[in-house]
């Protein structure tokens, strides 16, 4: 039975945001000077005015469970690094209470919680100290935590000297190592390579295979949708919606951009010419509902409306997909096709399983003739945009393998191994 491990309720963050006076001669900036202590007073005590109030967060509630991972999404300046500083009690909140069952291990910005005159070893000890653990404890984690982070040479240098990958890399070592019952973490994605990436992911899987709870943000939606069990969006300091991390992370892509992964036009805007005018392209899923996030491991299809205003017409279907600033793959109909009669046609392409790879794609279409009577009637770039998971319970490529993989690709081959034979002699191996 799963216990809770965060209760958020009603939770708010005002901040005063005041004008500064503008000094314009030498006695106005010796006048600001003087008045500035009793402006402090005046300011204190009285209510601020709405234009000088900014609510970072406002009426947030949520719970998490036990040995959960809670996605929280948003643009910048959505209130999620907010949310995380409130709930690692470095700011207070100004409505609403954060209860917290246990032990909480931050990594909020770089080098938070680092005294920059203390060594990496000293820091060490010194995060431990705070959590509450005794020497013996972090002497047990100590090798774990410097091997993780990658600071073997400079464990005894000042962390003033770090680099700025080398203190993310260690605090998320002391975050994630001495065993908080809780671990936040902000955007440790966007700092350090894919290898300290790698590692960062499958520690927070490990943690909370160990019935811990994690809190994560960040802008690395396939990360999301691959880590977390549970997910929020917050917009503008409210909490806009919660649910499942395919679906938390569709609605934040599809407020994000300005193409989506369906496109309706009228006859008045529909791109095209006079004889073939496209009026809608939108991703599926078997269902034939629309999809924003497709998951590698399952089919979709793209489904293409279009009118056609002259009888007879010929022509073909491509599309192009692109990711990674690259065509991933075209297709195309293998056939000119020909529309008897005007009207309202549709087009279909299915996508199979275990073909796309994991990352955001766009769309491109041409609707073409190249034999005889040689016309392009429609190309479109970009026309729509979609991303792809591939969570770890799925059957992908991937397999039972955590790590990231590369490719603008995934297919799912078949493997084999034999064994051939015993050790062959100095001189090497027939591998027929």
């Not at 279009?306 to 793959?329: K, M």
Request: glycine share 10%; charged share 20%; proline share 4%.
């Amino acid at each position: 039975m799963s216990h809770i491990a965060v209760q958020v309720r009603g939770l708010g963050k005002r901040y005063r945001i005041g004008v500064q006076r503008r000094a314009t001669s030498r006695g106005s900036r010796l006048a600001n000077t003087l008045l500035a202590p009793f402006d402090y007073l005046r300011t204190s005590l009285s209510p601020p005015s709405e234009a000088e109030t900014l609510w970072a967060l406002r009426d947030v509630s949520f719970d998490v469970q036990d040995g959960e991972v809670l996605g929280i999404v948003g643009r910048n300046g959505a209130g999620k690094s907010t949310l995380l500083k409130i709930l690692s009690q470095i700011t207070e909140p100004t409505t609403g209470e954060a209860v917290i069952y246990g032990r909480v291990g931050s990594l909020l910005e770089v080098g938070t919680g680092f005294h920059q005159e203390l060594t990496g070893r000293e820091n060490v000890y010194m995060n431990g100290a705070i959590l509450g653990m005794s020497k013996r404890e972090i002497d047990s984690k100590f090798a774990e935590i410097v091997d993780f982070a990658g600071v073997e040479r400079f464990i005894d240098t000042q962390v003033k000297r770090y680099s700025s990958g080398m203190k993310v890399r260690l605090a998320f070592a002391v975050a994630a190592h001495l065993e908080p019952e809780l671990l936040v973490v902000d955007e440790v994605l966007a700092v350090g390579d894919a290898e300290f990436q790698r590692k960062c992911l499958g520690k927070m899987e490990n943690f909370a295979d160990g019935g811990r709870t994690v809190l994560f943000v960040s802008h690395n939606m396939s990360a999301v949708t691959r880590l977390c069990s549970r997910a929020i969006f917050l917009e503008q300091g409210l909490k806009v919606m919660e649910g499942t991390p395919t679906e938390v992370v569709a609605a934040y892509l599809d407020s994000a951009r300005s193409v989506g992964a369906e496109r309706v036009w009228d006859l008045a805007s529909a791109p095209g010419a006079a004889e073939l005018k496209l009026l809608s392209v939108r991703l599926v899923d078997a269902a034939d509902q629309n999809l924003v996030v497709a998951r590698v491991d399952q089919p979709a299809a793209l489904q293409m409306t279009y009118l056609v205003a002259e009888p007879g017409l010929t022509f073909r279907c491509s599309a192009r997909f692109h990711t990674q600033g690259i065509v991933a793959f075209a297709t195309l109909e293998p056939n000119e096709t020909t529309h008897p009669r005007p009207g309202v046609y549709q087009a279909r392409v299915g996508l199979p399983a275990n073909l796309l790879s994991e990352g955001e794609y766009t769309i491109s279409l041409s609707f073409f003739t190249s034999q005889g009577r040689k016309a392009h009637w429609l190309t479109e770039s970009d026309v729509i945009a979609f991303q792809t998971s591939d969570p770890l319970n799925g059957d992908s490529a991937r397999g039972d393998y955590a790590e990231k993989l590369g490719g603008v690709v995934r297919p799912k081959l078949t493997w084999d191994k034999t064994y051939v034979g015993p050790t062959p002699p100095a001189g090497g191996v027939n591998g027929r």
